[in-house]
């Protein structure tokens, strides 16, 4: 037996709780599908017709009287045959090419827009006339049968289409509701659209408006943008995309935003309401920024609340973070002023992105100062100084190496504060070949030069009368020559160093078997673990010590001078390095009082 064909039946109400669930986010998008049938519907009458009228008029229930709501326009219509094909075929639309592919022209394409009536109707009936063919009327109900007839001839060509509440939805049809609605999709529309005799259409983008100057077409923006973002807002900057058919406005805003809130663009689609929380058409980074664009080439998904994610969406996105990025660069060059206010207000925004986008990455490295050894500067011109730069991660240690550092010709930025450690980690993916290290104070030492052989050998004793005077102390004695000439000494505890003193404050505290365990896991010590008393060759001071040959004074100066050295390094004194400094500053005074004691 040879197979019998069957067709699908669809079980309409099922369609429509499926839209209503899951593609639609509330009723009031049946609004949005009438005007845009409606529009699309007097494009394609004035395709063939350029001087054909090109009105919507809504009439809520309360106009009507009876209950429904109707919107008439002066469209195309539709004769009989169509009104089978194309109103009672769910998917199939008369706005798609012989290929299926949407037609540019049109805002629909996915032909189930008038389904969505049934979110707020049991029935619709589309009274329709399309050029000099007979009006037809066609009834559709939410159960999935539908009736046609002839019905009294309209006057002009065109169509009406009336909805007739369904029970606890009649607030959907009511003038407050519609009317509001149809000014949130349709108030940039290019046809007269009114609600009974209310027009609700502002013609044209308030970006695309005349205006006598330049100066009052940015005030006009302003004004509009102060309405959008519900404050002045911080500038303006001008969008166009053209291979997206794509114009429009973004504004900065004026206060901080949470950078990992999602953004809220709006977005019209052949100048009818996208949304008002767009996301996909500007860069993540664009957190600054509320824009209100248009476009006619990109295309929406089909809940038409978001846009398709393809190449020309990808391209627009670029597109647009570039022009935001020139509106920043221009700022930089023509008010340095006004860019540090918007670096004041999107700081921390900026410098969070920064940490996962290469381009903000860009701007920090250009526009944001960096606490330096060499003064505040954006790291790009720090780095074209520097082909290594060395960060500290502590306040202190930068307040104590900066000058030091400086000193040495070396690059030295303050890492302490908030996400500062973090760019400058990241800076490489902007500059492959820049080194990037956390200063070891060990590092330093080495670029201090170490004496000539004849001085090296003149200053022996003082080198071993020091050892001796620290010896209690947890630090090895040495001499170099370096700048800054005025620095007598300088304690210098490397990154092995600290953590070797630390294993010994543990053990110090610790007793039995956990000082065995710290004691198995304690590096080798060895002289280069321990922490620098680095004495200045070039400081006068020091230069005389050296030749002392009364071992009293200087076992009193070498006490006194790490004494110095710690204080001046921030390092806590333990109560036997207090003691040694009172020690060495009373002996001392002595000293100075009774010579020769
Ligand atoms: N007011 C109208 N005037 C003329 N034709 C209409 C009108 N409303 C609907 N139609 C016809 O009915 C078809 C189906 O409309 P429907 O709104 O379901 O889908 P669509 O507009 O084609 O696509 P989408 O689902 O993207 O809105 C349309 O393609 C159009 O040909």
Known sequence: MPPVQHSFHVDLRGVVDLLSRHLYSSPRVYVRELLQNSVDAITARRRADAAAPAVVRIEPRETTGDGSL????????????????????????????????????????????LLSCFLVADEIEVITRSGDAETVVWRGHADGHYTVERGPAREEPGTTVVLRARRDFEHWLGASTVTELVRHYGALLPYDVRVGDEPVTDGTPPWQAEHPTPDARRDALLRYGERLIGTAPFDVIDLAVPEAGLTGAAFVLPHATDPGERARHRVYLKRMLLGDRVDAIMPDWAFFVRCVLNTDELRPTASREQLFEDDLLAAAREALGAQLRAWLVRLAATSPERLSAFLGAHYRGVMALALHDTEMLRIVDEWVEFETSEGSVPLGEFRRRHRTIHYTPSMEEFRQLAGIAAAQGMGLVNGAYTYHADIL???????????????????????????????????????????????????????RSFSPASLPVLYLEGSDARLAADMRAAREEADGVWAELIEA??????????????????????????????????????????????????????????????????GLVEHAIHPGR
Not at 547 to 563: C, H, M, W
């Open 425 to 479: 980690r990241r800076l490489p993916r902007l500059d492959p070949d820049l080194v990037v290290r956390r200063l070891d104070p060990d590092d330093l030492a080495t670029r201090f030069a170490a004496l000539d052989a004849a001085a090296e050998f003149a200053t022996r004793d003082f080198l071993a009368a020091a050892r001796a005077a620290l010896a209690s102390r947890d630090c090895e004695p040495v001499l």
């Open 521 to 586: 896991d304690a590096p080798e010590q060895d002289e280069q673990a321990r922490p620098l008393l680095v004495f200045n060759y070039r400081n006068p001071l020091v230069a005389r010590l050296t030749s002392t040959v009364d071992t009293r004074v200087v076992e009193l100066s070498v006490e006194a001078l790490y004494g110095y050295a710690m204080l001046a390094g921030n390092r806590p004194l333990r109560p036997d390095d207090v003691a040694g400094v009172n020690r060495a500053f009373l």
């Open 70 to 113: 109707r919107i008439h326009d002066t469209g195309i219509g539709l004769t009989e045959p169509q009104v089978h094909e194309l109103l009672a075929t769910i998917g199939n639309s008369a706005k798609r090419d012989p290929l299926g592919f949407a037609r540019h022209d049109f805002l629909g394409q996915f032909g189930i827009g």
